[in-house]
């Protein structure tokens, strides 16, 4: 009688029941495991932190000063980045901690090289930058794996998409601010937040994108895009035709958890006048100035890119819903930013990544 054996597939190795694996089977079986897991950690963490050191290191910036600057600029706290409260404290200890460590005796030898290259601000503003940027990486490679459709189930086709996200951020760093990293974090994680609790219908998931929105909102403004993503996810055209109205009880709070801070914060400081609403009016410089226009138009080109990039029609339809519910975000980088610093339409070009991936055919069966 022939002997038959069953084969089990388990991570990167076959075990034939009734036979036990050899000693040098199984170290292969774990080598395996632990170069995945290995490359894996490089392509997550130590690939963005390089790039992110190229960024900052390797090119010089035409619009800042942040290089030569010794401590954190007067204008973060008396124009319309004192509202950004956390970044701009956060820039303080930073730097207090880079001058610690700069004249530290046990970094002596280390001390010419960081005078050489920066100033304890831009020291502290990178380091700062870099633990969001990398907390951003893995949140991105979190959400790239949770519930993707199925043509970026694939290992591969998902570390594609997040490199090329990961060069996004980094692209953007020409201009280097101090909170825009820690505002995408919170967004990232906002939507994580959202998606999880449209998965669950917990409510832990949105009380916690409550308390985020307000929290970031401190950070900066993009905190509103959280709540346009929401929208996109809950909305439904036909409920509200129905008169089904659980979805504006759903945005009321989290309209209510931005609002708060962001017109506490102007009230407030406005009276001690240490700041002012915008630094100026560029509607028509953005559609004068050819920067600007480029600026533009390779947003635009990046946002059509990641609109085909969606296989499905459910995802095609949340791009456009959430694209709509940004307006009122679109609208006021016209009116008061600059569209050659593409680092402000750098949420809506991640989000439309991640609704290109995510599988939301489960979301509306």
């Given at each position: 009688m022939k002997?038959?054996?069953?084969?089990?597939?388990?991570?990167?190795?076959?075990?034939?029941?009734?036979?036990?694996?050899?000693?040098?089977?199984?170290?292969?079986?774990?080598?395996?495991?632990?170069?995945?897991?290995?490359?894996?950690?490089?392509?997550?963490?130590?690939?963005?932190?390089?790039?992110?050191?190229?960024?900052?290191?390797?090119?010089?910036?035409?619009?800042?000063?942040?290089?030569?600057?010794?401590?954190?600029?007067?204008?973060?706290?008396?124009?319309?980045?004192?509202?950004?409260?956390?970044?701009?404290?956060?820039?303080?200890?930073?730097?207090?901690?880079?001058?610690?460590?700069?004249?530290n005796p046990l970094l002596s030898p280390f001390k010419n090289l960081f005078i050489k290259n920066g100033t304890p601000f831009y020291h502290g503003l990178f380091l700062t930058n870099t633990v969001f940027f990398i907390l951003s990486s893995v949140i991105i490679n979190a959400i790239l794996k949770f519930r993707s459709v199925d043509f970026f189930s694939n290992i591969m086709m998902?570390?594609?998409?997040?490199?090329?996200?990961?060069?996004?951020?980094?692209?953007?760093?020409?201009?280097?601010?101090?909170?825009?990293?820690?505002?995408?974090?919170?967004?990232?994680?906002?939507?994580?937040?959202?998606?999880?609790?449209?998965?669950?219908n917990r409510n832990l998931f949105f009380y916690l994108l409550i308390i985020l929105i307000a929290v970031s909102?401190?950070?900066?403004?993009?905190?509103?895009?959280?709540?346009?993503?929401?929208?996109?996810?809950?909305?439904?055209?036909?409920?509200?035709?129905?008169?089904?109205?659980?979805?504006?009880?759903?945005?009321?709070?989290?309209?209510?958890?931005?609002?708060?801070?962001?017109?506490?914060?102007?009230?407030?400081?406005?009276?001690?006048?240490?700041?002012s609403f915008m630094e100026g009016i560029y509607i028509v410089a953005n559609f004068t100035s050819p920067f600007n226009i480029a600026g533009l138009l390779f947003s635009a080109v990046v946002l059509y890119f990641m609109y085909k990039l969606c296989a499905d029609d459910k995802n095609k339809l949340v791009f456009k819903k959430y694209l709509f519910f940004s307006l009122p975000y679109i609208g006021m980088i016209t009116l008061v930013g600059l569209f050659w610093e593409v680092r402000l339409f750098l949420p809506l070009i991640l989000t439309g990544a991640v609704i290109a991936c995510h599988d939301f055919k489960k979301l509306y069966n």
């Open positions: 002997k038959t054996f069953t084969f089990v597939k388990v991570p990167h190795c076959q075990v034939i029941f009734g036979k036990k694996l050899s000693l040098k089977a199984q170290l292969f079986c774990m080598l395996k495991t632990f170069d995945e897991k290995f490359s894996g950690f490089l392509f997550v963490v130590i690939l963005p932190f390089l790039l992110f050191f190229m960024s900052y290191y390797g090119f010089e910036s035409s619009y800042t000063h942040f290089k030569t600057s010794e401590r954190p600029p007067d204008f973060l706290f008396s124009s319309v980045y004192s509202y950004r409260i956390i970044p701009n404290y956060l820039s303080i200890y930073m730097t207090d901690l880079m001058e610690y460590c700069i004249n998902r570390r594609i998409i997040h490199l090329l996200m990961v060069f996004f951020i980094v692209m953007t760093q020409y201009t280097p601010s101090n909170c825009d990293t820690i505002a995408l974090f919170c967004y990232l994680v906002g939507i994580v937040l959202t998606i999880k609790y449209h998965h669950t909102t401190l950070v900066r403004e993009t905190a509103c895009l959280n709540i346009a993503f929401f929208a996109a996810v809950f909305f439904s055209l036909k409920e509200i035709k129905q008169k089904k109205i659980q979805f504006i009880w759903k945005v009321i709070p989290l309209l209510l958890s931005f609002l708060t801070p962001y017109l506490g914060l102007r009230i407030f400081l406005n009276q001690e006048e240490k700041s």
